[in-house]
């Protein structure tokens, strides 16, 4: 049976990635600082469940906890620009200044495989129809910054000690036992459940999205995809790319037709286009959900969130709960 370990395995996509795994009888590791706690874990098979409460940046804690795994996947980062903003040196330190220690860590493991959670904000603000993995990067912001560092150190540091892939997800959308609601699908269906009506800024930029179950099945199949089609590989991952006003405009329509959306000014630039062919073509992913299908899945599960004001509420807004921890 394989062991997979899953750093940051108690996030947004984290937690349901383990569901998953754990559901295809894989034995997993959640290797994680557990801010938001664990409850998402709740019901699972425990007798192949491990919970680590770690911090990447222990690098002893790492090495031990790579005993016995056959694959690693890499999630685990400050995951957002305001986040990353509010402790420039903490966000350096965990998604930078760990990574070549945990890259040179990894070699002297054993391990088969490695997936590495990049980010397509990497690609920043870009005119092109079909933004590929070969293009070069323009990423704006010291979070994409850094996610495309690692990818270099990754690339330069690692030959054929395992099978390793890097993953350029578009921006993940719908629910997960651990929710975000900060993120720009997700934000604005809470919007128009909660306050009925949808607040748009901007609203021409191009954004790249991805079902939740879509994320979670891309991960999995580069986990079980042939070695020799994506050792060393970067893999966009997407479904449509839309205007943040068509993504307003799927979200009235789910909702209530009714629902007014809002306009406003925004000094947000990213606008890009993914192009997910390369995937679909080395291992056979194709996205099946779509935007529409995440508010759906927001609506209809919107009130296991039991919260009385969500969008106040720090288990789903990040920036809100790194405040709260005010971590060094």
């Known amino acids: ?37 664990q409850t998402q874990f709740a019901g699972l098979d425990h007798k192949r469940l491990e919970l680590v409460k770690a911090d990447i940046r222990d690098i002893n804690t790492v090495r031990e906890k790579l005993s016995g795994v056959t694959s690693v996947i890499h999630l685990a980062c400050i995951s957002n620009d ?37 980010s397509s904000s990497v690609y920043g603000v870009r005119e092109e129809e079909k933004v590929t993995e070969d293009l070069p990067l323009l990423p704006l912001t010291d979070y994409s910054r850094f996610k495309a560092m690692c990818e270099e150190i990754l690339l330069n540091e690692v030959d054929n000690e395992f099978t390793f892939a890097i993953s350029r997800p578009a921006t993940v959308c719908g629910f997960s036992p651990r929710q975000r ?68 405009e799927a979200v009235q329509k789910e909702i209530d037709s009714k629902i007014p959306i809002v306009f406003e000014e925004t000094d947000d630039l990213r606008s890009y286009r993914v192009d997910s062919t390369k995937i679909e073509m080395r291992t056979g992913f194709k996205a099946r959900y779509s935007v529409n299908d995440a ?34």
């Open 1 to 37: 049976m394989q062991k997979v370990l899953v750093l940051g395995g108690a996030g947004y996509v984290g937690s349901q990635l383990v569901n998953s795994l754990i559901t295809r009888g894989y034995e997993v590791v959640v290797y994680d600082t557990f801010w938001f706690g």
């Open 82 to 118: 305001p986040s990353f903003d509010l402790n420039p040196s903490l966000g350096k330190s965990i998604n930078l200044d760990c990574f070549y220690p945990f890259v040179r860590v990894l070699k002297e493991s054993g391990i088969q495989r490695f997936i590495y959670a990049s």
């Open 181 to 248: 609601l900060d993120l720009v699908v997700n934000i604005l269906t809470a919007h128009a459940l909660l306050n009925k009506k949808i607040r748009v800024f901007g609203g021409e930029q191009y954004r790249p999205n991805l079902h939740i179950e879509d994320m979670v099945n891309s991960y999995i199949n580069l986990l079980e995809a042939d070695a020799n089609s994506i050792h060393r590989e970067i893999f966009n991952v997407g479904s449509r790319n839309l205007t943040v006003r068509q993504i307003a």
């Open 295 to 328: 508010v759906k899945d927001l609506r209809d599960n919107f009130y296991r969130l039991d919260s009385p004001q969500p969008l106040l509420d720090s288990r789903f807004i990040n920036i809100r709960r790194m405040k709260e921890l005010n971590l060094k």
